[in-house]
């Protein structure tokens, strides 16, 4: 059956208890890997909500400073660029997202930060970056780990464009969160924090650190893990 109001409803609630009746378990899973059209907007806003605390800890463990260039991975809407922008004086932004729905949403809703030439959104996979080597101070990603179907390629773009000494911050929802969730069955990969690190260390990189906050909806728990390139 067709995803209505229900699926965005429960992408507000993005809890394991959530009631699918009525609900497509497949498309919500397509939807949440590239939003698409004008039901990809919809997705889009409601990912802002949903997302939100997971995004809020993200950008506050970037540690933000003057003059940084900074990629997200995966930046949807980009609703959140605001707060990456304002965090310190001339930093620079780059968005890139799988979905071009969403590339021209976060063009239309940050077209001053880009008139400004503070950001820049394109649409590309991660596993194929169109960018230069050594270009990034930081790079993160929040909640596309769980669609890489070879990890270890859009690892070796990621660590292409990072400076050396640059920084990984990969966001998620860790197993024991996401398991209970119907649509997980479908293209998503879920990892522990000790399944990132073996990751991000076959990868290339150190100095992992782990942070893990719970977050103030019920039963949701946000997992940064942070690495370096060296």
Same mark, same amino acid.
């Given at each position: 059956?067709?995803?209505?109001?229900?699926?965005?409803?429960?992408?507000?609630?993005?809890?394991?208890?959530?009631?699918?009746?009525?609900?497509?378990?497949?498309?919500?899973?397509?939807?949440?890997?590239?939003?698409?059209?004008?039901?990809?907007?919809?997705?889009?806003?409601?990912?802002?909500?949903?997302?939100?605390?997971?995004?809020?800890?993200?950008?506050?463990?970037?540690?933000?400073?003057?003059?940084?260039?900074?990629?997200?991975?995966?930046?949807?809407?980009?609703?959140?660029?605001?707060?990456?922008?304002?965090?310190?004086?001339?930093?620079?932004?780059?968005?890139?997202?799988?979905?071009?729905?969403?590339?021209?949403?976060?063009?239309?809703?940050?077209?001053?930060?880009?008139?400004?030439?503070?950001?820049?959104?394109?649409?590309?996979?991660?596993?194929?970056?169109?960018?230069?080597?050594?270009?990034?101070?930081?790079?993160?990603?929040?909640?596309?780990?769980?669609?890489?179907?070879?990890?270890?390629?859009?690892?070796?773009?990621?660590?292409?464009?990072?400076?050396?000494?640059?920084?990984?911050?990969?966001?998620?929802?860790?197993?024991?969160?996401?398991?209970?969730?119907?649509?997980?069955?479908?293209?998503?990969?879920?990892?522990?924090?000790?399944?990132?690190?073996?990751?991000?260390?076959?990868?290339?990189?150190? *100095?992992?650190?782990?942070?893990? *906050?719970?977050?103030?909806?019920?039963?949701?728990?946000?997992?940064?893990?942070?690495?370096?390139?060296?």
């Amino acid at each position: 059956m067709p995803i209505t109001v229900g699926f965005l409803q429960f992408l507000l609630c993005y809890g394991p208890d959530i009631c699918i009746k009525n609900m497509d378990v497949k498309a919500i899973a397509e939807q949440l890997r590239k939003p698409v059209g004008d039901l990809g907007k919809e997705v889009g806003l409601k990912m802002n909500e949903g997302n939100l605390y997971i995004n809020q800890y993200t950008i506050a463990a970037l540690e933000i400073k003057s003059h940084q260039q900074i990629l997200e991975i995966g930046m949807g809407n980009g609703f959140f660029v605001k707060d990456i922008l304002s965090a310190a004086p001339s930093v620079k932004y780059t968005g890139c997202d799988l979905s071009e729905t969403m590339v021209a949403e976060a063009r239309s809703l940050n077209s001053r930060f880009i008139q400004k030439r503070q950001a820049e959104f394109i649409a590309a996979a991660s596993d194929e970056l169109p960018l230069f080597d050594a270009l990034f101070d930081t790079v993160f990603t929040v909640n596309t780990l769980y669609f890489w179907e070879h990890p270890q390629k859009d690892l070796a773009e990621i660590h292409r464009v990072l400076k050396p000494g640059g920084k990984l911050f990969i966001a998620i929802r860790p197993a024991s969160v996401m398991q209970g969730l119907p649509f997980v069955q479908y293209g998503f990969r879920l990892y522990e924090k000790e399944d990132v690190a073996v990751l991000l260390k076959s990868s290339g990189f150190g *100095k992992i650190h782990v942070i893990e *906050k719970p977050e103030p909806v019920e039963k949701m728990e946000t997992l940064i893990v942070r690495a370096e390139k060296i």
